[in-house]
């Protein structure tokens, strides 16, 4: 990781937590999640191991810090965001939050007392893809697919490298235009419109945008060969994906699930599966690090 993406992590924390971890000999490639907990020991997710701190000891002060850092000094800027339980910050990182929940109406208003971080490191691997790309392109076409895996195990950033090698073109095929919905800026990394993670020179991104209202936007509006979008998981992501089919787009989509047959127990992808509209299943693990193929099925 470059200089530029260290500062993105270490600008948002706190004085206390930044000093302790740039004290450490560690190579920011291999970081994966800062938890910082009130009260309690700093532990960083580092090359597949959990690293504790005992030396760092988070404090009220850090948190209020590190808040203000996140939400660049205007929480009202970040109320939607931090309605959903995360931020995401430039580079793609998302860091996640826990406190006191205030409900309105049945639902979500806001998060207050927060007093637990985990930021996720996003990652751009070049090239980590490659071995997936062969299985999911036939001879004609991109094969709709389904990147699926528990929480950190690499879904987005092996998705963001397919999204470049189709865009660019490869040894099995030419470039191809690709439609990114980015909703939660963690795909293409956006500021101020530019995406700061490589996607291609074929690619397109709605950010920030949700997702079924995005695919039915691209396909209207950019003449994608190929949608793209992280996290599926509402009956209106499902629908969106039946429509982005019907349009005769290739769709590559990432899930929460640790395997295919977890997946197949979920109703809303078990229809999915039945009308056998994704071809492709590629299952991350952590068997040999965070991004592990596990396992990859033809449907």
Partial sequence: ????????????????VRSTILRQQISYDRLEEVHLRTGMPLILRYDNTEILMEQCIVT??????????ISNHSLYAYEDDIRQGFITIPG???VGLAGKMVMQDGKIKTIKHISFFNIRVAHQIRGCAASVYGFIHNSTQIENTLIISPPGCGKTTMLRDLIRQISNGNSYYEGQTVGVVDERSEIAACYNG???NDLGIRTDVLDCCPKAEGMVMLVRSMSPRVIAVDEIATPDDIEAVRYVMNCGCSIIATAHAY????LRQKPQFAELLAMNVFKRIVTLG???GAGSIEEEVVL
Avoid: Y
Wanted: proline residues 8%.
């Fill in 1 to 16: 990781m470059d200089n530029h993406r260290i500062s993105e992590i270490t600008k948002v924390l706190p004085q206390n």
């Fill in 60 to 69: 009220p002060e850090d948190m209020r810090e590190a808040l203000e850092l």
């Fill in 92 to 94: 793609g990182h998302r």
């Fill in 194 to 196: 530019r995406p700061q």
């Fill in 259 to 262: 395997n295919a047959d977890e």
């Fill in 286 to 288: 952590r068997s040999s």
